[in-house]
């Protein structure tokens, strides 16, 4: 996992850092980032309340204290709590907004954050937060891009809008500093917390949902300027299964939108087969990206599934170290570690048909629907973390379904290389898309 991946505390600073410029930087501030989140999976408000509770009041108290316990400690900010109306407000429809100070990394920007009404996963209402990165210099209605940031853990407090300010170096953006290039071209840059209220790590579609409704906020957001602008999507692996999905989704959740393309590498397209390939029978190095992503999906299903009634002793020790973890400390509480080894009995989680049903929901090989909006999708044609053959087929149900796609196979051997190499390409895709020029495919 590299020198990155050691257990740090979160800290946050305003404190300010020289930016990167021109096409060169862009690569430069790639790739410590893109190497320090290598083994990656799929990563917000106040913890929203338990999902599940009975229309007719009748309430399990000791279900409901287990499916509590599961949730994220709440962030003590009261902009990420979520208000009582939160059902009287539409889709995508502005809370509350805020000025911020400029993260250390940006320069020549206004820095916003608005909390919007999105949908969770079983489109019961949510506030949601995006940080909006707004250049001084820019053209009324220019580009929008939503950047979908990998958030490959647990805890709230690892969420972007919390980690845009931390002067942890294990938890800083390390893409950061390579917006600002596309910022100094003018882009209005969107990053949404798109693991939701209850920090929901492997609820892609729930990732989807809250990119696309952030856009509109943006888009409603006077400040930014982007009312009737062009938008890009943009994410790598758990990043880019959110910004996947978001595609996806997009012709009927937003269908309004004028998305004009998407570029997204490293994606997980099978969270069963995901799953299986990260200590289902064997202990793994990355385990507790498995782990992480069970605990996620049972708080976004809760109403489904308690993860309690599966762990172990072991289980939940492991689960009460990971509650709040961001990446490196999910890495190292899981290393090693196997399904079997955490679950009662040992018996998987995955090998409960709730489960494994959430898990399908929650996998794009499995979604039916196609994006309209050209992609990029660039991946290693040898990388061990991810299902290939379940990229292969969805590009190819898209291609048949006329989705024009541009793949990418890195000259890489694994997936941190694989998303370094994919960088500019992307850009460089999404820059043609804002210009109007002909979509190439590779279909």
């Known amino acids: 996992m590299g020198r990155h991946l050691v257990n740090r505390t979160d800290t946050r600073s305003t404190a300010r850092r020289r930016t990167t410029r021109g096409r060169t930087s862009w690569l430069r501030a790639a790739v410590p980032a893109l190497v320090a989140v290598s083994a990656l999976v799929c990563g917000t408000v106040a913890a929203a309340p338990a999902a599940g509770v009975p229309d007719d009041g009748r309430v399990d108290a000791a279900r409901i204290a287990k499916v509590n316990a599961a949730l994220p400690t709440p962030l003590s900010d009261s902009f990420y709590k979520t208000p009582k109306n939160i059902a009287a407000y539409k889709q995508g429809q502005i809370i509350s ?174 969270l069963i087969k995901m799953a299986e390939g990260l200590g289902y029978n064997r202990p793994h190095p990355a385990f507790g990206l498995a782990f992480a992503a069970a605990i996620g999906l049972a708080r976004e299903y809760s109403d489904k599934v308690t993860i309690f009634d599966f762990l172990s002793t072991d289980g939940k020790r492991m689960f009460s170290e990971m509650r709040n973890a961001c990446t490196n400390d999910v890495l190292r509480i899981g290393a090693g570690h196997s399904a079997r080894q955490v679950t009662k009995s040992g018996v998987q989680l995955f090998e409960n048909k709730t489960f494994r049903k959430i898990g399908a929901e929650n996998s794009l090989a499995m979604y039916p629907g196609v994006p309209t909006a050209p992609i990029f999708e660039w991946h290693s044609p040898t990388d061990v973390l991810i299902p290939l053959d379940s990229i292969s087929s969805t590009i190819r149900r898209y291609c048949k379904a006329g989705t024009k796609v541009q793949t990418l196979l890195t000259p890489s051997p694994e997936h941190m290389s694989a998303a370094v190499i994919g960088v500019l390409p992307a850009m460089d895709f999404l820059s043609a898309r804002f210009r109007g020029e002909p979509v190439p495919s590779t279909c």
Not at 102 to 120: E, G, L
Not at 123 to 148: D, E, M, W, Y
Not at 154 to 178: F, H, K, Y
Not at 256 to 267: F, S
């Open 97 to 270: 907004t805020r000025s911020r100070p400029n993260p250390p990394a940006f320069v020549d920007v206004k820095t916003y954050q608005i909390k919007f009404r999105s949908n969770d996963s079983e489109n019961k209402p949510i506030a949601a937060i995006t940080t909006v990165l707004v250049p001084n210099r820019k053209k009324a209605n220019g580009p929008l891009l939503s950047f979908q940031h990998i958030v490959n853990a647990v805890g709230l407090e690892c969420a972007p809008s919390q980690v845009l300010w931390t002067q942890d170096p294990n938890l800083t953006i390390r893409e950061a500093p390579a917006l600002n290039v596309v910022l100094q071209q003018g882009w209005t840059v969107s990053i949404p917390d798109h693991l939701g209220p209850r920090s929901a790590y492997g609820a892609a579609k729930l990732g989807g949902q809250i990119s696309l409704d952030a856009i509109t906020a943006t888009q409603n957001f006077t400040p930014a300027a982007v009312k009737h602008s062009k938008v890009g999507l943009a994410g790598y692996s758990g990043g880019g299964m959110a910004t996947a999905w978001a595609a996806a989704l997009a012709p009927k959740y937003t269908p309004d939108l004028n998305i004009v393309g998407a570029a997204y590498g490293g994606v997980p397209m099978d």
